[in-house]
């Protein structure tokens, strides 16, 4: 059974920092690109970052840009989102997905069709 799960979620002061890992069981996604995307309360999913499969390229949402880093290790099958200057914005649960191409093309890698996994989330609450 293929699960992405998500963890280091919780609650932050804006301006604090928090750090997501997605770790992949049953299978590996060495050759994925792999994303983060959030949903907030009442608002769509929207996407946050993605990474290609070597890691050598990444891509951002404007609204994360600076502020967040996504990097991963293929040896641990995990993908992470280094997330600084939070913002009471940034409250939602991020969702990690791996991608069905192991490349990140500005023009396909910010959609939800993009990605063949997801994991179950994990909720950032950022008080003001």
């Known amino acids: 059974q293929v699960q992405l799960v998500e963890s280091g979620g919780g609650l932050a002061q804006a301006g604090g920092s928090l750090r997501l890992s997605c770790a992949a069981s049953?299978?590996?996604?060495?050759?994925?690109?792999l994303a983060w995307f959030r949903q907030a309360p009442g608002k769509e999913r929207e996407f946050v970052a993605a990474?290609?499969?070597?890691?050598?390229?990444?891509y951002y949402a404007d609204s994360v840009k600076v502020r967040f880093t996504i990097s991963r290790d293929n040896a641990k099958n995990t993908v992470y989102l280094q997330m600084n200057s939070l913002k009471p914005e940034d409250t939602a649960v991020y969702y990690c997905?791996?991608?069905?191409?192991?490349?990140?093309?500005?023009?396909?890698?910010?959609?939800?069709?993009?990605?063949?996994?997801w994991g179950q989330g994990t909720r950032v609450t950022v008080s003001s």
């Open positions: 997905a791996a991608g069905k191409s192991a490349f990140v093309l500005p023009s396909s890698s910010s959609f939800s069709r993009s990605y063949d996994y």
């Open positions: 049953g299978r590996t996604f060495r050759s994925n690109a």
């Open positions: 990474i290609s499969w070597n890691g050598e390229v990444t």
